[in-house]
């Protein structure tokens, strides 16, 4: 934990790599599809599916059942599709160069970028409302899914030895308290 996040204002988006690479060695690198369209075909339901120049197996269309704003979002691959359903990074990209990523070599910012632990689908406008902000000022509208959330960034963080930010401590504490009990 560190008391605040300090902002490094030398983030830039290019210093973990080409956006959505197949080239990382993260899990589902290397396999023919760029990380968007892996992370589509996971989170999509209903999918079918057409070969483009990044993925031979690439979801043409689909539904997305949006885990942030309890929404359903339909999806046809075009020059819109971008829009409506994007690609987000549970711990943000600039506030993981602001917990220490700056110091990383190039290869763990371009593992950490594509790895599927810290993506998922959702609807546009929800990942555009969260831009780069801690849990400590935002949090998904969907209270249900506070659980996941909390969990899923506290893992990220522990599994690339970040540190969480002291006033985001208590967000994730309350979110994680309303994790189901395994009894």
Not at 25 to 47: E, F, V, Y
Not at 50 to 71: E, F, K, M, N, Q
Not at 156 to 175: I, K, N, Q, T, W
Request: aromatic share 8%; proline share 7%.
């Amino acid at each position: 934990m560190v008391p605040v996040r300090v902002r490094h204002g030398d983030y830039r988006r290019a210093a973990f790599g080409e956006a959505w690479t197949d080239d990382t060695d993260a899990p589902g690198g290397h396999n023919q599809c760029d990380t968007r369209n892996d992370i589509l075909d996971r989170d999509l339901i209903d999918k079918t599916y057409v070969a483009i120049s990044r993925c031979p197996r690439a979801v043409a269309t689909g539904v997305l059942h949006d885990p942030y704003t309890s929404t359903t979002v339909n999806f046809q691959r075009g020059n819109k599709s971008g829009a409506a359903i994007q690609i987000e990074h549970i711990v943000p990209l600039a506030y993981s160069w602001d917990q220490g990523a700056w110091t990383w070599p190039e290869s763990l910012r371009v593992r950490f970028a594509n790895d599927p632990a810290n993506l998922l689908a959702v609807q546009g406008q929800a990942n555009q409302d969260k831009g780069d902000k801690e849990p400590a000022s935002w949090m998904p509208p969907n209270a249900a899914f506070h659980c996941q959330y909390a969990m899923q960034f506290i893992a990220v963080m522990r599994g690339y030895g970040l540190a969480v930010d002291e006033p985001s401590v208590p967000v994730l504490r309350d979110a994680a308290a309303t994790c189901p009990s395994s009894r």
